[in-house]
């Protein structure tokens, strides 16, 4: 799908004069006029707008002296203009900040860090994605850090919620005898259901396609959406922290990751009392974001250049001598050993059509799907459709980087004498290893979790298999220690006999 011709780059222009249009109030609140409507970007006080555009009477004066500024909060779903605001996310999602930020007393600095990037960082280090996690998380404690998360819980949570999602809008739109309703009438009844983690595609969606395709797209959260409230309500209430005590930072594969930590849904709501001049307190609601910083691959290992760990100088996490330890666990009363880090087969990007197309054949059609690879068939006219685009598609995973979120703009750059595309089969390859290296030879344990829309409740089956493995490896322990305790038994008894046939030939030959 070839993008609008709106926002290609040759029209970008980053910079909006003072007299540019804008749909956002700054400085003050829109005011009703009966002279205009539009609200107006505002030089400062006493200066003139370019071509001698004067005031509206329906925008408010900007207080004299200050500057305008636009946030990121106020331009990212914005369609009055195309601006990536360059600033802001300097300043407010940098490695800077988040330095800061861990000098600071009166915050609590967590991570979660994402499948793909610690895939990256291994690659780049020579390490496997465990030890590569574990380092991570090691360097990450030595620089001051609460606690490091792995991301790939709050994925599997938001799998089980798309796939959740999914099958309400089919059995609704089954129920409704076609394939979706009227626009509406039931907009969770739409199909297809268009899912992505991408907020790349989600924000072009918002700004160019508008209602032809908003309505389509899946609710459910993104994994760094997700983990950021799990951090900030349950995290934080757990620890007896406010959420805006607890700094969350996450790390990520793209750059549009940043834009999507910026978005005002991604918030919570937080009571603060206010005390006035006079000492009487009231209660104000401040907005509080989930995700207070967001770094990229390729930031994080700028850092780890600037500020290595003792013995680390010039290997990185690859030195013998990095700091290493566990992630630690998200799910209370879970130690951190009895967390699952793997990662699903179905893509590199998370792996949402795989998962959703095969809850939904257990589910609506009672087919247990085999893990792996599908084989493919040709069937009559289902092929030739596929090709021509002309079959009714009930889910779509959408994703803007070729290759996915392995190959998003804010990964490790391939170095010297590596191809981009060698560079990516080295990650996919990678990526397919489950983190977990116990669990190397139980690959889809990932698929052990169920999910019953009727009950609404979540079947954790990963117990049983930890009592089947354990309870083989005592039964085998048993018979080990049974065989040998039978072998030994029969030299003591083959020993014995001969002991007693030398002394009845000694004795024999007295007689004699």
Request: hydrophobic letters at 40%; glycine letters at 10%; charged letters at 15%.
């Amino acid at each position: 799908m070839e993008f609008s011709s709106t926002i290609r780059v040759s029209d970008l222009n980053d910079y909006i004069a003072p007299s540019q249009d804008c749909v956002v109030a700054l400085n003050g609140k829109l005011r009703t006029s009966e002279m205009s409507e539009e609200v107006q970007l505002q030089p400062r006080a006493g200066i003139r707008a370019a071509g001698g555009r004067q005031t509206p009477a329906g925008i408010a004066e900007a207080p004299t002296g200050d500057p305008v500024k636009v946030t990121l909060h106020d331009c990212l779903a914005c369609s009055g203009c195309i601006t990536s605001a360059e600033t802001v996310l300097l300043q407010q999602q940098s490695g800077e900040e988040f330095l800061a930020r861990l000098g600071d007393p009166r915050v609590m600095v967590v991570i979660s860090v994402s499948a793909q990037s610690r895939t990256a960082l291994a690659s780049y280090f020579g390490l496997s994605p465990s030890q590569a996690l574990a380092r991570l998380a090691g360097w990450f404690k030595w620089l001051g850090v609460r606690a490091v998360w792995d991301l790939t819980t709050a994925r599997d949570l938001v799998l089980l919620e798309e796939a959740a999602e999914f099958l309400d809008r089919y059995r609704s739109s089954q129920e409704a005898g076609g394939s979706g309703r009227p626009a509406g009438q039931a907009p969770p009844a739409l199909l297809p259901v268009m899912g992505s983690a991408c907020p790349g595609w989600v924000c072009y969606a918002e700004k160019t396609q508008g209602s032809r395709v908003l309505p389509y797209l899946s609710s459910t959260r993104s994994p760094q959406g997700a983990m950021g409230g799990l951090v900030k309500s349950l995290v934080a209430a757990a620890w007896g922290a406010t959420p805006g005590s607890v700094y969350h930072v996450t790390v990520m594969p793209c750059y549009d990751k940043k834009l999507e930590a910026s978005r005002d849904e991604l918030t919570t709501t937080t009571t603060t009392t206010a005390v006035t001049g006079a000492g009487s307190g009231g209660h104000e609601e401040e907005r509080i974001p989930e995700v207070d910083c967001c770094l990229t691959t390729g930031e994080v290992l700028q850092l780890l250049q600037q500020r290595p760990a003792p013995g680390c100088e010039a290997e990185g996490l690859g030195a013998p001598a990095a700091p290493s330890c566990a992630p630690d666990p998200l799910l209370p009363g879970v130690p951190a050993d009895e967390h699952l880090y793997g990662v699903p087969h179905g893509s590199s990007s998370g792996g949402y059509a795989d998962f959703v197309f095969r809850t939904a054949a257990r589910e609506v059609f009672g087919i247990e799907v085999p893990p792996g690879p599908l084989p493919w068939r040709t069937r009559r006219n289902a092929d030739l459709q596929v090709k021509r685009g002309r079959c009714a598609y009930h889910y779509v995973e959408v994703m803007a980087c070729p290759s996915g979120c392995l190959n998003g703009g804010g990964q490790i750059k391939p170095g010297k004498g590596v191809t981009p595309q060698q560079l990516i089969e080295q990650l996919e390859l990678m990526y397919g290893h489950t983190v977990r290296d116990w669990f190397t030879t139980l690959p889809f344990t990932h698929h052990a979790v169920h999910y019953s829309p009727e009950s609404k409740t979540v079947s954790i089956q990963v117990l049983w298999i930890h009592v089947y493995i354990h309870l083989l490896a005592f039964i085998a322990f048993i018979a080990f220690i049974a065989f040998i305790a039978f072998i030994a038994n029969v030299l003591l008894m083959r020993r014995e006999q001969g002991e007693c046939s030398g002394q009845g030939s000694r004795a024999l030959g007295c007689l004699v």
